[in-house]
Each structure stands twice: as C-alpha cells, then as structure tokens.
C-alpha cells in the first residue's frame, strides 16, 4: 500500500507537467500577450541590462574621481653640464655635483574641489542611459506594429475561414436535397455534379485559407517566441475608441531626453571655468635631493595644496554655449515635425475608421438582400425555375456580402488599435 502511495505521490508532479501547458493552450490568445512575449523575446531587448551595466561601471570611475591619486615615476639621466657655484673665500669648499643624477619619487593627490565636473560628469552618464533605454522603446514600438499586423492578420482569417464554413454547410445541404432530387428523377446527374464541383472549390479556398493562417502565426512564434499552432485561439481585442489626441510616442520622449542632455552639458561646459583645488604629498629618493648644494643620495618630500585655473574656456564658452542653443532649437523643429507627421497618420485612421463605419452599414443592408435572394432561389432550384449554376452565383453573392462584412468588421478595428499605436497610448 505504501509503495503505491509512493507511485502516486511521485506521478502527481508528471502529470501536472502534462496537464499544465495543455490548459494553457487551450486558454485564448491576446493582443496584450503577444507585446509582453515579444518585449522579452526580441533579440535587442538583451541590451538593456548592458546599457545598465556599463553605466554602472562609469559611475563607479566617476565616483573614484575624488579617490586619492598616486604617480610614481622614477628618472636616471646624464647631462653635459651641472651647475657652478664660484669660489667666494679660500676657506669655503664647494661641493661638485655629478652629471649622473637619479630620481624615483611618488606624488599623492588628494582633489578637494573640482568645479562641479564630477557631478556633471555623474548626470551626462545618467542621461546617456536613459537615451540608449529610450532607443529600445523606439525600436519596439516598430516591433509592436508588426505583432499588431500580424494578430489582425490571423483575425481576419478566422473569419474567412468561418465564413467559409457556413459557405460549406450551404452548399452541403443544398448537394442533400440535390441528391434526393436525382435519386427520385426530378433533376439531372449535371446539376448535383456542378454542385460537387463547387464543393471542391470551396475545400481549396479554405486549404488555401489554412495554409496562409499557418503561415501568419509561424511568423508570430518568431517574434512571440511562443509555440502556437493550427489549433491556437486568437482573442478578439475590444472596441477601443479614444479621443485622447495626446502624442505619446517614444520618439517623442527621446527627443525630451535629447532637450536635457543639453542642459546637462551647459552646465559642464560653465564648470571648465572654475578652477580646481587639490592637496598633495611628495616624496623621494636620489640625488640631487631638495638641497642643491648636496651632491650625496638621500630622502626628500614636499607637501601643500595645488590650484589650476585655465582660461582657454572663458574664450570658447560663449560659441559652445550658442552651438547648444542651436541644437536645441533644432530639437524643437525635429519634435514639432513628428507630431505633424504623426497627427497627419492619425488623422488619415480616423477618417478610415469612419469609411468603415459607414460600409458596415452597407453591408447590413446587403447581407439582408442577399439572404432573401438565396431563399428565394432556394424554391426556385427546387421547382426546377432556375439552375444550379444560377443559385451557386446567388448563394456565392451571399457568402461574400457575409465575409465582406467581417473583414470591414475587422478593418475598423484595426484602425481603431493603429490609432493608439501611432499616438503611443
């Protein structure tokens, strides 16, 4: 009894393993699936822990600016000449220096201020980042416009294909009592053979139909990186009308970062005007040491506090500071630009959205004619009024009505979905 508990106990977990992803597949498909898949599958996205983590690195430098710094160096040389010192009395001996002099001393420097460049330096990092983040958003948002065509591509052919079915069932029922007919002598062998021709027709239509849905959704699992199949349901996304005419494009924060990537570099280029102040400490051995007069080996150090002042900046400032306003003028064009593009696009989507409107409409009012002409003519083929030929091209005129309603159906949507692609909400 144990050990069959055991078995239980060790099957449970299997089982499950089985179970699991067959629940998940049979639950539908949706448009806000298939975005967060893509966003973690696509092949660029690796680069955001990248960006992150050189920024990371650069940071960690930036802060070390105000570490102490130590140089060492060390110098052997050999001169043609040394100093002379003249005799002043008989009784004063002046020592000769050597022309082999030899120097190995190390320099600490400790910064104290440095004008404020490694807080600019620490912000023009930051900002970098957020502009190498915010390029990912851009080149997703263009993904996300793919995912979108291709979803609504295996919509609309869903409902080619159930358009289809219903064409299908039509015809069967109509090939039924075609048959009957033949059986009991009241219509030809053509007549059922035209309709069994149709038939075949139609069972191409939908393979071919198939096939190119099999097609979409394997390019789908490439962006996705999810194994969909024949048999996977795509749910069909919600009405969305918005009058939220706000742009929210990542293009069009990027070009917000670009506006503050300038001031931060306004603010840098005004710190290369302050000076810098530093401490230090020296020290050494070699000859000549610190007294001159000594011509023997010995230690030496030095110790105080260090200024650095250059004017060159003051010159090149105000032109540096020009060029940046001019670029940021520049962004201003480049943005005003885009949203004009952009709400052109929009525009051009809304008015597609009302044409759809409209031919839905339309398409009620002749999807009701189509219907009463196929029942109609469904007595007429039985009283032997018209042939078959006639009431496959009256039941095919119904079909398409039907199947022309649901791609405008569709079509509508779409532009409904492109609308809030393109302003970004």
Request: aromatic share 8%; charged share 20%.
């Amino acid at each position: 009894m144990k050990a069959i508990f055991s078995i239980i106990r060790f099957n449970i977990p299997t089982v499950f393993l089985f179970i699991i992803p067959g629940l998940l597949n049979s639950q539908p498909i949706t448009l806000e699936q298939c975005y967060d898949w893509t966003s973690k599958n696509f092949p660029l996205m690796k680069n955001e822990q990248y960006i992150k983590l050189s920024t990371k690195y650069l940071n960690i430098n930036a802060n070390r600016a105000y570490f102490p710094q130590l140089n060492v160096n060390g110098q052997g040389s050999h001169q043609s000449e040394v100093t002379q010192i003249p005799e002043f009395a008989p009784n004063i001996t002046v020592p000769t220096m050597s022309k082999n002099q030899y120097k190995l001393q190390g320099e600490l420097i400790q910064t104290i201020f440095d004008g404020g460049f490694r807080t600019s330096q620490i912000n023009m990092l930051k900002s970098n980042e957020k502009m190498q983040l915010q390029q990912l958003e851009i080149s997703m948002h263009s993904v996300k416009q793919q995912v979108m065509d291709l979803y609504f591509a295996v919509l609309m052919l869903d409902a080619q294909l159930e358009q289809q079915a219903i064409h299908k069932q039509n015809l069967q029922n109509t090939l039924d009592k075609a048959n009957a007919a033949l059986a009991n002598g009241t219509t030809f062998k053509s007549s059922v053979n035209e309709l069994k021709a149709e038939m075949i027709n139609a069972d191409m239509l939908e393979f071919e139909t198939r096939t190119n849905r099999q097609a979409t959704i394997e390019m789908l699992n490439q962006l996705t990186g999810q194994p969909f199949t024949a048999s996977t349901k795509f749910e069909e996304p919600s009405s969305r009308i918005t009058d939220n005419h706000i742009i929210n494009r990542p293009e069009i924060k990027m070009l917000d970062l670009q506006k503050q990537n300038i001031v931060i570099q306004k603010k840098q280029a005004a710190s290369d005007l302050l000076p810098t102040i530093s401490a230090f400490a020296m020290g050494g051995y070699g000859r000549p040491t610190l007294n001159m007069l000594s011509n023997d080996f010995g230690t030496y150090w030095m110790a105080g506090l260090r200024l650095k002042w250059s004017m060159n900046t003051l010159f090149s400032l105000p032109n540096t500071l020009k060029s940046l306003n001019m670029n940021n003028k520049m962004l201003d064009v480049e943005k005003e630009t885009f949203q004009f593009n952009t709400k052109m696009a929009i525009d051009k989507e809304n008015s597609e959205v009302l044409k759809y409107q409209q031919l839905m409409k339309q398409d009620d009012e002749i999807i009701a004619l189509r219907n009463s002409v196929v029942e109609s003519a469904k007595a007429q083929l039985e009283n032997g009024v018209i042939t078959t030929t006639d009431f496959i091209v009256k039941l095919n005129a119904a079909s398409l009505a039907r199947a022309t309603k649901e791609l405008h159906r569709l079509q509508l949507l779409k532009a409904q979905y492109k609308i809030l692609n393109l302003s970004g909400n």
